[in-house]
């Protein structure tokens, strides 16, 4: 049985973790903290009464460090690199879901966090959690850095033609809307019932932080610089997310190529579904799930593939897949606590 701890517990992801962890055969929930809230677990998530008698009081690097092998950061940007360092030093596993050690440099993570990293010795360390794409590296790893939500649909739903088709494609636009509940639980006006109800916007347009991950990834992939067209909208929902993705092409395709490129691709992954042809995914089918439903649309001229995903914010967009890299890193089966 391994032993789990939960730094930020009070938030949206950390109350997923628990919620999901303290159903999992192979795992025992041992550590809660979080620096804004104390109290029983009851207290802070009421759905949760009766299931544990954990108590949350404030981070405590050494006895999280006693009572836990592996340990979920589930707090805000620049928050994880100031306790990653004394944890790995102490020989623990990290599961990071924030934006700390999602880039390589710390120069880029200052471009697009607007402040200094604190922990540069181990950004090059830290591996990054997409499964579908690193899950070699995810088993040996002692850090992993949790994809942001809005990258994790980006990147599945555009990793089959990059990796088939890179020298075809002229351009990617990404259309991106997501839930309120991924801009965390905290009260501000922008994102107060009155204020989101009955409304929809973009925000960050062309400059989210989660811009330079797509990119980055998929130049990976493609063995050159990509970069893509990123704009990101806030529904008047709780929770989701559903991409449209528009990449244009060179070169003429059809449907049915593509549906078979996408189908083959993710043959044998459990999470991500690639819908019939002609048929279109909406969030309800995955939002409370860890899937990721991608569907496909080809133009007249042959030259533009539309790609839709979605996937819920919450899980496979944070807490479901930090779940699922971590039964990478352990060796229990991937769909262990998820399905």
Not at 47 to 70: F, M, R, W
Not at 137 to 144: F, G, H, N, R, S
Not at 248 to 261: A, C, F, N, Y
Request: proline share 4%; charged share 20%.
């Amino acid at each position: 049985m391994v032993k789990i701890g939960i730094v930020g517990i009070s938030g949206y992801s950390g109350g997923k973790l628990l919620e999901r962890l303290l159903k999992h055969p192979q795992v025992k929930v041992t550590y809660i903290s979080a620096n804004n809230t104390e109290g029983p677990v009851a207290q802070i998530w009421p759905h949760l009464n009766g299931l544990s008698e954990l108590v949350c009081k404030k981070y405590d690097p050494v006895q999280a460090a006693t009572k836990a092998d592996i340990m979920f950061l589930a707090v805000p940007h620049t928050v994880s690199m100031t306790i990653t360092p004394e944890l790995l030093k102490l020989g623990k596993k990290v599961i990071d879901l924030s934006g700390d050690y999602r880039l390589p440099s710390g120069e880029d993570y200052k471009t697009w966090y607007k402040t200094d990293h604190q922990d540069k010795a181990n950004l090059k360390k830290a591996v990054y959690g997409l499964p579908e794409l690193y899950r070699e590296d995810i088993k040996k790893a002692q850090l992993v850095s949790n994809p942001g939500c809005y990258p994790t649909a980006a990147l599945l739903g555009l990793l089959p033609i990059i990796t088939a088709q890179t020298k075809d494609i002229e351009s990617i636009a990404i259309d991106a809307k997501s839930g309120v509940s991924g801009a965390g639980r905290k009260a501000t006006l922008a994102l107060s019932f009155g204020e989101v109800n009955e409304n929809f916007k973009a925000y960050k347009v062309l400059n989210h932080q989660h811009t330079p991950e797509i990119d980055l990834h998929l130049s990976k992939v493609a063995q050159k610089p990509i970069e893509v067209d990123f704009v990101p909208h806030l529904l008047p929902v709780q929770d989701g997310i559903l991409e449209t993705i528009y990449v244009r092409l060179s070169g003429k395709v059809t449907l049915e190529k593509i549906h078979q490129l996408y189908q083959r691709f993710y043959k044998t992954e459990n999470f991500v579904r690639v819908l019939d042809a002609g048929q279109q995914v909406e969030l309800n089918y995955v939002v409370g799930t860890n899937f990721c439903d991608i569907s496909l649309a080809v133009s007249r001229s042959g030259k533009l593939l539309v790609v839709t995903c979605a996937i819920d914010n919450l899980l496979k967009g944070a807490s479901g897949q930090a779940i699922q890299n971590m039964n990478i890193m352990c060796g229990f089966k991937e769909t262990e606590g998820l399905l």
